[in-house]
C-alpha cells in the first residue's frame, strides 16, 4: 500500500571505518539528485564530523552502534584477537541486540533499508517486512573467516551474520570487491564514489600556492595514523596535504578537511583536484582515485583478507606502487612518489554503482502516492 509523505531511505552504516559511509554518501547524494525531497537517515556509530560532511544536507543522524568495530592498532594492523572477544560478547546479547534494532526501525518506518555492512539491521528490517539491501565491498563473515580468527569463531555467529546477508533483497558488490561466492542474492555493480570536478587550478589557488607545486594527498582512514619522520624528504615543490592534525605539524604540509576547521578544502576536493594519494588499501579512497584517475602510493596491510582484491583493482586502473610500512616510517618515499607524480593523472573509472544503487533502490521509493 501506498503512504504519503517524502520517501524514507534509512542507511545502517558499520562502526568499523570512514569508507563505509563514504560508499553510503555517494549513494545518498544520488537519490537526492533523483528526487531533491527523499529523506535520509543514517544510523551509525562514526564521527558525526565527518557524517555532516559526507552525506547531504538534511540527513537525520542517528548514533546507534548497530555492531562493533575491529580493534585496530594504527591504521594497518588489526588485533585480531581482541577483534574476536568484541565479536563473540555483541553475539551473545543477539536476542537483545536483535529487538533493540527491530524497535527503532519500527519506530522509524523506512521505506527501504540499506545496510553497509552490520547483518542486524538486514534481519530486523526483513522481520517487520521492510525491504532491505546490503551493499559492500566486504562481509564481516568473508572478512572475519579468512582472517587469522576464523576457525575460532562462534557457531551461532557465523550463523547469524549469514543469514542476514543472505536474507536481503538483494547484496551489492561495489567493484573492486570481495568474492563472496556464496551470497544467493549477490548483484555485482560498477565502483561507488563521490565524484566531484576535478580543478587542481581551482585548488592551488584557494591554498594560495603556485602553479607548479604538486598536491598530494596523505590519508590513512579513522583508526590511528602513521606517522612518517618530521623531515620527511619530497620530491621537490611537493605538498602534503592531510586531514590529521599529527601528520599536518611538520614542513610541507597542510591540514584539511573538519579538523582545520570551517572554510578548509573538504577530503574529497582534494582527492578530486590533487596529483596522487599515499594512503593504505580501503574501498573509499581506492574507488575515488581510481574514478578520478588519481596515482596512488600504498602501504599495505598484510592480513587484510580484502586487500588483495583492491590491489589487483587499482592497479589495472590508475598508477600504483606500494612502499612498505617500515619504509615509510623511515621517510623513504620520495622515489616512487616522483615517478607516481610524473606518471600523471589518467582517464577516470566511471563511478557507475551509485545509478545502479539508486535504481535499484527507487521501486521501494517510488511508491507512495
Not at 594560495?208 to 579513522?222: C, N, P, S
Request: proline content about 12%; charged content about 20%; glycine content about 8%.
Amino acid at each position: 500500500m501506498s503512504r504519503s509523505g517524502p520517501a524514507h531511505l534509512l542507511i545502517a552504516a558499520t562502526a568499523h571505518g570512514y569508507g563505509h559511509v563514504a560508499q553510503v554518501a555517494a549513494v545518498a547524494h544520488g537519490l537526492r539528485r533523483r528526487d531533491p525531497h527523499v529523506r535520509i537517515t543514517l544510523a551509525a556509530r562514526v564521527d558525526q564530523g565527518l557524517a555532516r560532511e559526507r552525506m547531504p544536507a538534511g540527513t537525520t543522524l542517528l548514533d546507534l552502534a548497530l555492531d562493533v568495530p575491529l580493534p585496530m592498532d594504527g591504521p594497518l594492523k588489526v588485533e585480531w584477537e581482541a577483534g574476536l572477544a568484541a565479536y563473540t560478547d555483541f553475539d551473545a546479547d543477539h536476542q537483545a541486540h536483535l529487538a533493540a534494532q527491530r524497535a527503532w526501525l519500527a519506530e522509524s518506518a523506512p521505506d527501504v533499508v540499506l545496510a553497509d555492512i552490520p547483518w542486524l539491521p538486514l534481519t530486523a528490517a526483513r522481520a517487520l517486512g521492510i525491504p532491505a539491501v546490503g551493499l559492500c565491498s566486504l562481509s564481516w563473515l568473508d572478512i572475519l573467516t579468512e582472517s587469522p580468527i576464523g576457525r575460532k569463531l562462534p557457531a551461532s555467529l557465523v550463523q547469524h551474520m549469514h543469514d542476514g546477508y543472505a536474507d536481503a533483497e538483494r547484496f551489492l558488490r561495489p567493484a573492486p570487491s570481495m568474492p563472496m561466492a556464496w551470497l544467493p542474492n549477490a548483484q555485482d555493480i560498477g565502483p561507488i564514489a563521490d565524484v566531484r570536478p576535478r580543478d587542481p587550478a581551482g585548488l592551488r589557488k584557494r591554498l594560495g600556492i603556485d602553479a607548479d607545486t604538486r598536491l598530494v594527498l596523505m590519508q590513512f582512514g579513522g583508526a590511528g595514523s602513521l606517522v612518517p619522520p618530521a623531515d620527511l624528504p619530497l620530491p621537490p615543490k611537493t605538498l602534503l596535504l592531510t586531514p590529521v592534525p599529527q601528520l599536518a605539524e611538520r614542513p610541507g604540509a597542510v591540514l584539511i578537511g573538519p579538523a582545520a576547521g570551517q572554510g578548509a578544502p573538504a577530503v574529497a576536493d582534494v582527492l578530486a583536484g590533487c596529483d596522487a594519494v599515499i594512503t593504505k588499501p580501503g574501498y573509499g579512497t581506492f574507488a575515488e582515485a581510481a574514478c578520478h584517475g588519481v596515482p596512488v602510493l600504498s602501504v599495505p596491510r598484510g592480513d587484510w583478507p580484502e586487500e588483495p582484491p583492491l590491489v589487483a583493482w587499482l592497479a589495472q586502473q590508475v598508477p600504483f606502487q606500494t612502499v612498505p610500512p617500515a619504509e615509510l616510517a623511515a621517510g623513504r618515499i620520495a622515489e616512487p612518489l616522483a615517478e607516481l607524480l610524473a606518471a600523471g593523472p589518467v582517464a577516470p573509472v566511471p563511478a557507475t554503482g551509485v545509478d545502479e544503487t539508486v535504481e535499484l533502490l527507487w521501486p521501494w521509493l517510488s511508491r507512495r502516492g
